[in-house]
T-cell receptor, first 116, second 114 residues
Framework: DTEVTQTPKHLVMGMTNKKSLKCEQH?????MYWYKQKAKKPPELMFV???????INESVPSRFSPECPNSSLLNLHLHALQPEDSALYLC???????????????FGQGTRLTVV | AQSVTQLDSQVPVFEEAPVELRCNYS??????LFWYVQYPNQGLQLLLK??????LVESINGFEAEFNKSQTSFHLRKPSVHISDTAEYFC????????????FGDGTTLTVKP
């Protein structure tokens, strides 16, 4: 199984809603990532979890709250989002090698989020 | 800090023609290079990667890329494209072999016409 599964595939939410994006992998990877991708733009790294601990937060607003409940799951909790947060949210995972090295990141299909 | 420049934002070609997607990078340290493909409404798939060794790397679907350290380039080529190769292609660079924390170029839209 070399899949990273993201749910839901599409999400429409109001600016006052609270919702969560979910990501799951069963490859035994101990590093997981959230990326944000706007249309016609490259992915931008948001968060990195290594061994279930948050290791990188790329100055993401607090209305995005990541959570890694176990080594297979990664959530992104959303609250009070703005229309400009509409984007494709990608989850990825990778092995963690010596010195933090990993040579391939596996991406999910993404959640297309629309904030209205 | 490292950066990636994809020199062409859009590349239209006819089916069975050769194609080259250009990628240049800058970094003050040794880097590792990746090409990803993204089909419409899908996630990213790793196409190929250069970590060390032979400077020419190949993918299973006919793409190849050559690492040129002196020109700081990692151009992607395919001798004969198919309609199904129509997609967005991203070049990415990482410091150390950390593919999950790569810096991406702005992407090149490859459109293959019949």
């Amino acid at each position: 199984d070399t899949e990273v599964t993201q749910t839901p595939k599409h999400l429409v939410m109001g600016m006052t809603n609270k919702k969560s994006l979910k990501c799951e992998q069963h490859m035994g990877h101990r590093a997981m990532y959230w990326y944000k991708q706007k249309a016609k733009k490259p992915p931008e790294l948001m968060f990195v979890y290594s061994y279930e601990k948050l290791s990188i937060n790329e100055s993401v607003p607090s209305r995005f709250s990541p959570e890694c409940p176990n080594s297979s799951l990664l959530n992104l909790h959303l609250h009070a989002l703005q229309p400009e947060d509409s984007a494709l949210y990608l989850c990825a995972s990778s092995q963690v090698g010596e010195g933090g090295a990993n040579t391939e990141a596996f991406f999910g299909q993404g959640t297309r989020l629309t904030v209205v | 800090a490292q950066s990636v420049t994809q020199l062409d934002s859009q590349v239209p070609v006819f089916e069975e023609a050769p194609v080259e997607l250009r990628c240049n990078y800058s970094s003050s340290v040794s880097v590792y290079l990746f090409w990803y493909v993204q089909y419409p409404n899908q996630g990213l798939q790793l196409l190929l990667k250069y970590l060390s060794g032979s400077t020419l790397v190949e993918s299973i679907n006919g793409f190849e890329a050559e690492f040129n350290k002196s020109q700081t380039s990692f151009h992607l080529r395919k001798p004969s494209v198919h309609i199904s190769d129509t997609a967005e292609y991203f070049c990415a660079v990482s410091k150390g072999t950390n593919a999950g924390k790569s810096t991406f170029g702005d992407g090149t839209t490859l459109t293959v016409k019949p």
